[in-house]
């Protein structure tokens, strides 16, 4: 019997494309993330709510991987650390700001 290989998608011209169907480690990590935010704002976020869940999820997923890079011994930025501290900081004070207001 002969041993079935996944197909690869492939552009026309050969290239191959990524899977894009939500299916990889990091996207369901981020969707873990943004579900547990959205938990948090009773499962009701607002519109608004709902894009600073997307940030804070994507931003906290990229720590992770910086967080990953430094225990593999790789050298890291201290500009991009520091960058992605400061943004995740003020998301997250919107954040609870916003779950102050949620509707219980």
Known sequence: ??????????TTGGIP???LDGRTV?????KALSQGYEAELNGHPSPIQSEAIEMLA???LHR???LARLAAGETVPTAEITELSRAASDL???FKAGSEHAPA
């Open 17 to 19: 494309l990524p899977r």
């Open 26 to 30: 990091p996207m369901r990590r981020f």
């Open 58 to 60: 994507s931003l906290a």
């Open 64 to 66: 992770e991987f910086i």
């Open 1 to 10: 019997m002969p041993q079935l290989r996944p197909r690869i998608r492939k």
């Open 92 to 94: 997250l004070a919107l």
